[in-house]
């Protein structure tokens, strides 16, 4: 039987079936291969007769994430405002292209559009080719469309503090912010370096139930090799084959058509800004310093 982790807690890895959730041991041939199931992961379960089950295989993985430990998000939710607090788009590129490096659909949503709308900058990730969204926590607005996207996918949200992330997912399923709670004041966080994490279902999807896609850092963003950067910005692909050089970083060259296409105004300046950014902080690390895995 295969299932998917919704929780770990306590040495058990609570699987979602397709007919109930069952709470299962790892088998000591995980621990001996070095294989940690996460949560996100698919796994081979074998039941037993009291009601538990053994995890037997963890099925191979699309992606999995440090901060916090899952595993399998397909897309991520990145939650941006125009109003208080104004979300540096740097922080949207960043993490659009971390998701794009993780095999993870980035959607950049913009909440608050009651206070203050984006139409400029969601133009501009459209242009970028992306689906961006507007929405309300407050009111409503686009929260349809962004049900809509969850539905049958694993999905995480990300954003700096204050855009709404809890509100948005209160919105879309009252009751979760109220379970948040309640795991929180359970597990004492704060004391706990160990982060625990679950899988809750949200307008026929999952998402994760943690904070820990928030906290990010560079370091975390800089495991994007400089050389790969330029692919995961995506609307650079159509020029890409037409720099002068092969294997053109976009950076300072003479003959690249992506600096050519920034400059004819066919991909914003502020997108070319944020990848040079990142290009730098790259070249700047250490091979060493780099983890390098995803």
Not at 230 to 239: H, L, N, Q
Request: with cysteine; charged share 25%; net charge positive.
């Amino acid at each position: 039987m295969t299932g998917i982790i919704v929780k770990a807690l306590s040495g058990f890895y609570y699987v979602q079936t397709a007919e109930d959730v069952i709470p299962c041991r790892g088998r000591g041939k995980l621990r001996h291969e070095h294989i940690t199931p996460l949560v996100g992961d698919r796994v081979e379960i074998t039941c037993q007769g009291d009601g538990t089950g053994r995890v037997d295989a963890v099925l191979p993985r699309i992606n999995h994430f440090q901060r916090p430990m899952v595993a399998n998000i397909q897309q991520m939710i990145i939650v941006a405002s125009g109003t208080i607090p104004v979300t540096d788009p740097y922080l949207i590129d960043r993490m659009t292209a971390m998701a794009e490096w993780k095999n993870c659909t980035p959607i950049v949503c913009f909440n608050k559009c009651d206070l203050c709308r984006m139409d400029e900058m969601a133009g501009v990730y459209k242009k970028a080719g992306f689906q961006p969204l507007q929405v309300s926590a407050e009111t409503g607005e686009g929260m349809e469309s962004l049900a809509a996207l969850l539905d049958g996918k694993v999905s995480a949200f990300t954003g700096n503090s204050g855009v709404g992330k809890s509100s948005i997912l209160n919105a879309l399923h009252p009751g979760f912010s109220l379970r948040v709670g309640e795991v929180s004041e359970k597990l004492g966080r704060g004391r706990h370096t160990t982060r625990h994490v679950e899988l809750f279902p949200v307008r026929g999807g999952l998402v994760a139930d943690t904070p820990g896609f928030s906290a990010l850092d560079a370091e975390e963003m800089d495991q994007v090799p400089k050389e790969e950067l330029g692919k995961v910005f995506r609307e650079f692909a159509p020029y890409g084959d037409e720099c002068r050089f092969a294997g053109c970083a976009h950076y300072k060259e003479k003959g690249c058509a992506v600096r050519r296409a920034v400059q004819d105004g066919q991909i914003a300046p502020s997108r070319y800004q944020s990848y040079v950014r990142l290009y730098e902080q790259a070249a700047a690390h250490k091979s060493w310093e780099k983890h390098g895995k995803r």
